[in-house]
């Protein structure tokens, strides 16, 4: 069962920043929020994770509330190359392993 | 340094028939997950190896699903006596250790039934 809940969709300007929701309000403490996006049917490509203090990194920031129960993604300026779907995913722990639980994703549209 | 990859990339079988699904992780990479698919959702966690070893198979149907990953070779995804339902692109992906913060994934694996 899926951790997270996203939008479905979401249109934004080229050369603006998107941002992306995402509730995950039953997330565990030692459980991170991962977030990969899938361009055209292709393999996941990874964009940024983090626990609980915010990251950024060359593409994108990731800002976790305090409570952990909610995540933002920010493309700072959004290119047509960035329509996809973005997933938001929580990395689940058991046993020693680890395992990504995808929820249905957002499918971005950036406009020209 | 070449990715994770997948083959064959497109597979088609009729009702009945088994399918191989292959991966070859990323050079360095002994952990290899398999996620399943279907048109218009999310990828669904099936199984977690590490060499010779399954770890994590709860995501695994109950019968005609196996999947192996051997001292030598790629990792398998079996499935026996395929149905229209398991139509659906399969994606592994790997990792350099059970706790490495990025998992990598392959172009994917398209099966279609018939």
């Known amino acids: 069962d899926a951790k997270t809940t996203q939008p479905t969709s979401m249109d934004c300007a080229e050369g603006r920043a998107a941002n992306l929701p995402c509730n995950h309000s039953?997330?565990?403490?030692?459980?991170?929020v991962y977030w990969y996006r899938q361009i055209h049917s292709q393999g996941p490509q990874y964009i940024i994770h983090?626990?609980?203090n915010n990251e950024t990194n060359e593409m994108a920031s990731l800002i976790i509330t305090e409570d952990r129960k909610s995540s933002t993604l920010i493309l700072p300026h959004a290119t047509l190359r960035d329509t996809a779907v973005y997933y938001c995913?929580?990395?689940?722990?058991?046993?020693?392993?680890?395992?990504?639980?995808f929820g249905t994703g957002t499918r971005l549209k950036v406009l020209a | 340094n070449a990715g994770v990859m997948q083959n064959p990339r497109h597979l088609v079988r009729r009702r009945g028939q088994e399918a191989r699904l292959r991966c070859s992780p990323m050079?360095?990479?002994?952990?290899v997950y398999w996620y399943r698919q279907l048109p218009e959702e999310g990828l669904k966690f099936m199984v977690y190896?590490?060499?010779?070893?399954?770890?994590?198979e709860s995501g695994m149907p109950k019968e005609r699903f196996s999947a192996e990953f051997p001292k030598e070779g790629p990792s398998i995804l079996r499935i026996q006596q395929v149905v229209r339902g398991d139509s659906a692109a399969y994606f592994c992906?790997?990792?350099?250790?059970?706790?490495?913060?990025?998992?990598?994934f392959g172009p994917g694996t398209r099966l279609t039934v018939t």
């Open positions: 983090g626990l609980k």
């Open positions: 992906a790997s990792s350099a250790s059970a706790n490495t913060y990025e998992q990598y």
């Open positions: 050079k360095g990479h002994s952990h």
């Open positions: 995913i929580v990395r689940v722990a058991n046993s020693g392993t680890y395992k990504y639980i």
């Open positions: 190896l590490q060499k010779e070893n399954i770890i994590d």
């Open positions: 039953t997330i565990s403490g030692n459980e991170y």
